[in-house]
């Protein structure tokens, strides 16, 4: 259906992809794994012809045996959407906010297929009941952002399926989306592809869903091919230092590399180099481990949602009811969910972003919400935050320096601001001269780095880290969980790690929180909870992750 053939892409003379070799038939699921950068995402826009511009290229594109290597775009647009079309990773970028979801979605059809408005939208009612949209009619006259995540990537896979493609291209599909919708986005697209005879190329730095999704696999570096077979061969018996260091940095959920050193993540070769080995003497003492950081107490928010009628109070939605824990000085506690259980309105809450209708939080035995604005402005350089859009939380306009240093501005201490920076620039694996650059200068994983950096400067007690690894490529996530353990190491942290991802919460967590609607439904040690689960939510969650 499609080849490529010693296919390279290169931009003044830096090459993209290098001799690529791929066959696609209809019907075959190819997966496609690699670092940010590695080649995969050329490869796939190489398959549908939207090689950037300015690009110069090298060997041969054929669909169904119709060389296609430098042939005029319009050309491409005739086999674009009716026998190739592409799934992108962010729904919200590629959904127009503008615009109902079903005119997004009778468009192709209007176009390339020339029906009318009416048989168009009949036609994307049955879309959306093959891809699992309930209330189909009703869903179409919806904008993206009234969708949860995992509606509009099915939306963006009703989109790719309106001309009846013959290979369809999911890239990064799954990358920010619950555990559970994963497994039910992934097992749709099996499912299409089966049903339709249909090609499925399925481009992913997780590891587990490719497993999933796939057949066969190809594992790129730098724009190479660098290994192929079967998904199962390849995962199974790996045979390049690359495919082997992808998979030694995958997490398990039977592997807790707390506490242990010499058994945390094992990195690709061409990674940065990994932390320094930590010292034998622990920087907390026995008795100091069993001392209360953050004691949470019945905790409750609800908010107001639009009024239906005038004369009717708003109805509230509850997003945290009665949450109680505690984290001691030096422990890791993780707290897992979906989206919309809560995670993130109770790190609001901690941190003192948001004030609780009920409840208490104690940070080092003050009551948070009893404190003036000023003194809790003093105290917050004890507890800081890790978001998890690094970039977003990093002002373009300032070298990374100047915003590293923030938080010490913010709260009047200007002492040693130069030397301060440094030590933590090392801290966390960079240079002292990277201080001069701006967040654009940096791959993802280092502005993750910087974002820590801006964190801990402040000498805080508790870090809390809010999805902080959920867009990373596997081995950059491996170096963030690895710099963490070293820190808290160091500095004796409390973490508060919170994730969708329960492989991720096994690996580095000495206890778990389980949330589900707003409620804490289980928790415990992580032995405990991932050993003998109690609920049947936490069950789906083990299932999802692989267990």
């Known amino acids: 259906m499609i080849n490529l053939s010693n296919f390279s892409v290169s931009f003044q003379n830096t090459l993209a992809l290098k001799n690529a070799s791929v066959e696609i038939e209809s019907g075959e699921r190819l997966g496609i ?19 950037p511009e300015g690009a110069a290229i090298s060997g041969s594109i054929k669909v169904e045996n119709q060389n296609m290597t430098n042939i005029a775009d319009n050309k491409w647009q005739e086999f674009r959407a ?6 992108f990773q962010e729904p919200m970028a590629a959904l127009n906010p503008l615009r109902r979801v079903g005119d ?38 919806q904008y993206p952002h009234e969708l ?66 796939t057949t066969k696999l190809l594992v790129m570096h730098n724009g190479d091919i660098v290994e192929r077979g079967s998904t199962i061969d ?18 398990s ?62 109805p509230k939605i509850i997003a945290v009811s009665n949450a109680s824990f505690s984290l001691m000085k030096g422990e890791t506690i993780g707290i897992v969910g979906e989206s919309g259980s809560g995670k993130s309105t109770l790190a609001n809450l901690i941190m003192g972003f948001e004030k609780p209708n009920f409840g208490s939080i104690f940070f080092e035995g003050n009551d948070i919400n009893l404190l003036s604005s000023e003194k809790l402005r ?51 694996g960079l240079e002292i001269s990277d201080r001069f650059k701006f967040p654009h200068e940096f791959s993802g994983g280092q502005r993750q780095r910087v974002a820590i950096a801006r964190s801990i400067i402040s000498r805080p007690a508790l870090l809390v880290a809010d999805e902080a690894v959920s867009a990373l490529d596997v081995s950059v996530q491996a170096q963030i969980l690895n710099l963490l353990m070293d820190i808290q190491d160091d500095l004796g942290l409390g973490i508060l790690f919170i994730s969708h991802d329960l492989a991720v919460i096994a690996s580095i967590c000495d206890k778990i929180i389980v949330m589900h609607n707003g409620d804490i439904i289980e928790s415990g040690t992580s032995k405990d909870v991932l050993g003998n689960p109690q609920s049947k939510y936490t069950k789906s969650l083990l299932i999802a992750a692989g267990a």
Not at 234 to 251: D, E, F, I, M, W
């Open 33 to 51: 794994v690699g670092e940010s950068g590695s080649g995969k995402t050329m490869l796939a826009l190489s398959l549908m012809g939207m090689i």
């Open 82 to 87: 009716k026998k190739i079309a592409m799934i």
């Open 104 to 141: 997004t979605v009778i468009e192709p059809l209007l176009v390339h297929e020339g029906i009318s408005r009416g048989k168009a939208m009949a036609k994307a009612v049955k879309l959306f009941e093959e891809v699992g949209i309930s209330d189909p009619i009703s869903r179409l006259k």
């Open 148 to 213: 949860s995540g995992g509606q509009r990537q099915r939306v963006l896979i009703a989109l790719a399926l309106a001309c009846d493609p013959k290979i369809l291209i999911a890239d990064e599909p799954t990358s920010a989306l619950d555990a559970n919708i994963v497994l039910k986005v992934i097992d749709l697209l099996v499912d299409l592809s089966e049903a339709r005879n249909m090609g499925l190329v399925f481009i992913s730095h997780d590891l587990q869903a490719v497993s999933r999704a």
């Open 234 to 251: 390849v995962l199974a018996n790996p045979r390049h230092s690359y495919t082997k260091g992808l998979l030694s940095a995958r997490p």
């Open 253 to 314: 959920l039977s592997k807790q590399l707390k506490n242990n050193y010499s058994n945390r993540f094992k990195l690709p070769t061409i990674q940065n180099p990994v932390s320094k080995p930590r010292n034998d003497k622990p920087i907390l003492s026995e008795k100091e481990k069993n001392n209360s950081l953050l004691q949470v107490n019945s905790v409750m928010k609800r908010y107001s949602l639009p009024r239906k009628a005038i004369l009717k109070s708003p």
């Open 378 to 428: 003093r105290l917050r350089q004890r507890f800081q935050m890790v978001f998890q859009d690094p970039y977003g939380s990093l002002d373009p306009r300032r070298n990374i320096g100047w915003s590293i240093a923030e938080p010490l501005r913010a709260i009047g201490d200007r002492a040693d601001l130069d030397e301060r920076v440094s030590e933590v620039l090392l801290q966390v």
